[in-house]
C-alpha cells in the first residue's frame, strides 16, 4: 500500500468520528429546540388563573336552533323576577327561512305536537325545570316565577335535526324582595 492510500485509510475513521459527533449535535438541536419552543408557547398561553369558561359564567349566551332544551346555568326560585332579552336569526324551516327568536313572520299556530303549540313555530321558548311547562319568550319576555329549577330555553320545533342558527340571550334574575 502507498503512502497516499494509507493516509486516506488513517484519515477515514477520523472523518467517521466527526461526522458522528455532527449527527448528535444536529440531533441534539433538533430535539432540544422544538422542546424549549414548545414550553415558551405553553407559559405564554397559560395563565395560573386559567379555566374554562362556563356557559353561566358569560353575559350573552347562545341557544342553538338545532339543539334541544339548553340549559342557561342559571337555577331560579319561587318569586325571581326573570328577564330574557334574545337576538339573532335561526332556521326552523327552509320554506320560513331565516327568522329572529321571535319566530316565523308566517303566523300559523304550531301544531299540538311542538314543545309550545298554538304559539309561533320557530320562536324561543323556556321553561323552568325538567319537566316544567313551556312559555313563549320572543325577543323578550319578563315574568315572575313560580317554581324551583334550572331555567331551559330551546326553539319551538319538533324536528330540529334539519335547523341552523342560534340566538344570543341574555338573562337577568332578580330575587324577591327580603321581608323583614
Known sequence: MGILARGLADARPAEHGMVRRWIVKRSLVLIVLPLLALCAFTSLTLRADWRPIQQADLSEQRIYAYRGWQSVGLTLHPGDVLTIRAQGRWLYSPEVGYHGPQGSSVKFPAPLYYPLPNKIGG????????????????????????????????????????NDGYVTVEVTVVPPAEED
Not at 321558548?125 to 325577543?139: D, H, Q, S, W
Not at 319578563?142 to 330540529?160: C, E
Open 123 to 162: 320562536c324561543l321558548i323556556g321553561r323552568i325545570g325538567e319537566t316544567g311547562k313551556p312559555f313563549y319568550v320572543g325577543r323578550g319576555t319578563t315574568v315572575q316565577t313560580k317554581s324551583f329549577g334550572p331555567l331551559y330555553l330551546r326553539i319551538n320545533d319538533d324536528i330540529i335535526t334539519d
